[in-house]
């Protein structure tokens, strides 16, 4: 199976905008994509989930195209605390080789 | 508190022994995960159960198993360890598989194998 794959790290400044994409070519037709944070010896934490199109919430957007291969998770006016690891996860396979897959992760550092 | 409960936060152990680890899934959730997570491996999937059966499978090695209980909570059962195994072993849970629900981690399991 291909990997589900993110950019490895991220810089912003506070009061940026940051967009993560992750790319997960085998997606399985009917799984949603979700996005988690995750701190420090913690477990993630979930922010977002889609299945198409765009979906907002009170913390971030999440942008997904029509053939589902990819996803944005886009954190509008970041701050300090945003630095974290975010990770996409998706369903792969088809029933009996089913696997839920996180990305490989992208650690973001908000700069002052 | 996210709900989820895992036990024992924190484990030390010997080569070749063997260990439980402990989950309580949200309460009204039916299906548990399990992930480990190493510094070279990032978060792998393990397996999943859904209503005490097993649903999927991941990287799961051999020497590892698990089981849901009919009260829903969930062990994984590690034995022959290896240095490898050391590890942040997460629990997470969510109501059914197929809903719109994202999933709820634990806090984690530190598995040190020494």
């Known amino acids: 199976l291909a990997k589900t794959t993110q950019p490895i790290s991220m810089d912003s400044y506070e009061g940026q905008e940051v967009n993560i994409t992750c790319s997960h070519n085998n997606i399985a037709t009917n799984d949603y994509i979700t996005w988690y944070q995750q701190f420090p010896s913690q477990g993630p934490r979930f922010i977002i989930q889609g299945y198409k199109t765009k979906v907002t919430n009170e913390v971030a957007s999440l942008f997904i195209p029509a053939d589902r291969k990819s996803s944005t998770l886009s954190l509008p006016r970041v701050s300090l605390s945003d630095t974290a690891v975010y990770y996409c996860l998706v369903g792969e396979g088809t029933s009996g080789t089913y696997k839920y897959i996180f990305g490989t992760g992208t650690r973001l550092k908000v700069l002052a | 508190d996210s709900g989820v409960t895992q036990t024992p936060k924190h484990l030390i152990t010997a080569t070749g022994q063997r260990v439980t680890l402990r989950c309580s899934p949200r309460s009204g959730d039916l299906s548990v995960y399990w992930y480990q997570q190493s510094l070279d491996q990032g978060l792998q999937f393990l397996i999943q159960?859904?209503?005490?059966?097993?649903?999927a499978k991941g990287n799961i090695l051999e020497r590892f198993s698990a089981q849901q209980f009919p009260d829903l909570h969930s062990e994984l059962n590690l034995s022959s360890l290896e240095l490898g195994d050391s590890a942040l072993y997460f629990c997470?849970?969510?109501?059914?598989?197929?809903?719109?629900?994202?999933?709820?981690f634990g806090s984690g399991t530190r598995l040190t194998v020494v």
């Open positions: 159960y859904y209503n005490g059966e097993e649903r």
């Open positions: 997470a849970s969510r109501k059914n598989p197929g809903t719109r629900d994202g999933y709820t």
